[in-house]
């Protein structure tokens, strides 16, 4: 069964349109994720890309910390942290962090086999509720939940992206987020920890993410994405404003 489009032409119903593999949908996301989204709506299947994302994050995670690059960088990560709020590390405690940097190569895996997917879950609930609240959305969960795995996948690319740099430079220190672009200002201030939580694949998924829902429930993307980027910067602004209250900056 087919349908007559706006344009006047005839679309495949999803019983006829071909079906979009997850590989297919990854790379769809990226290079045209409108279309792509077109697919996730009419053919929902969020087992699949929950279970790529997931499992090659893993993996990633996986080789960065069995590496000693991978584990320095996060015992450094650690250390940094602590002394951002004035505190000092002593030798035992310090021993303690080297010994719990050594599980890490189990503990990351299996937060993104297990919690990563949950997370999506969450997302997916949270945005059909609103949706539905709000817009009088009628989209089922597991459309809503696609559309949420799908955009994931920009979430992945960070890793992939990120976790290189991170083993060249022995240091987890953010390397796509927008506090980058002052270095002239103290590491511990409000500035630099708001520009910090602002990253650039976040605001890609962001978009990517607006664009999925806009097909979805057929309303202006650009909309979508001014509320869900007002959302993030309310939370930047949250969490910076707490860590430089705790940090005395």
Sequence with gaps: MSHT??????????????RAGVLSRAIGVVVAPGETFGHVARDPRPVGMLLLTAVVSAVATGLFFSSEAGRMAWLDAAISQQESFGQTVPDAQYAVLERFSELLIYIVPLYSLVLGPIVWLIVAGILKAAFAVVAGGEATFKQALDVVATSGV??????????PINYLQESMRGVTNFSAFVPMLPEGSFVVRFLGMIDLFAVWW??????????????????????????????ALGISL???WAGGS
């Design 154 to 163: 920009i979430v992945m690319l960070r890793t992939l992206f990120v976790l």
């Design 5 to 18: 489009d706006a344009s006047g032409q005839t679309a495949p119903s999803a019983a006829t349109a071909p």
């Design 242 to 244: 707490v860590l430089t």
């Design 206 to 235: 962001v978009a990517v993410l607006a664009i999925g829902l806009a097909v979805l429930y057929r309303r202006p993307a650009r909309s979508i994405a001014i509320t869900l980027y007002a959302f993030y910067g309310v939370i």
